[in-house]
């Protein structure tokens, strides 16, 4: 079992910034793929960005590529999502995810979600 939390999550404006953090504990972080995901709503579940293991490996949807980072830190067992140039298509609740990490919305392990709002 992995237990994943987020945090970073707030209110901002237009063209700003966040960073979004997700801890992971319980089950070995190695070698784990993990993920981000977003909730706005009214709408379906949406794959942001995910990362392989070793990093080598990213994935961004077409909507924040470009704005969009996302890095992990394996001896911290923390995954990050840095978000700039923000826009207020981007509110929503924000999940990570991890394991099994598909861009249809699938995972193994889901966090609790941080709210994350684009003011214009």
């Known amino acids: 079992q992995v237990q994943l939390v987020e945090s970073g999550g707030g209110l901002v404006q237009a063209g700003g910034s966040l960073r979004l953090s997700c801890a992971a504990s319980?089950?070995?972080?190695?070698?784990?793929?993990m993920g981000w995901f977003r909730q706005a709503p009214g709408k379906e579940r949406e794959f942001v960005a995910r990362?392989?293991?070793?990093?080598?490996?990213?994935n961004y949807a077409d909507s924040v590529k470009g704005r969009f980072t996302i890095s992990r830190d394996n001896a911290k067992n923390t995954v990050y999502l840095q978000m700039n140039s923000l826009k207020p298509d981007d509110t929503a609740v924000y999940y990570c995810?991890?394991?099994?990490?598909?861009?249809?919305?699938?995972?193994?392990?889901w966090g609790q979600g941080t709210q994350v709002t684009v003011s214009s």
């Open positions: 990362i392989s293991w070793s990093g080598t490996n990213t």
């Open positions: 319980g089950r070995t972080f190695s070698g784990q793929t």
């Open positions: 995810a991890a394991g099994v990490v598909s861009t249809t919305g699938v995972a193994s392990y």
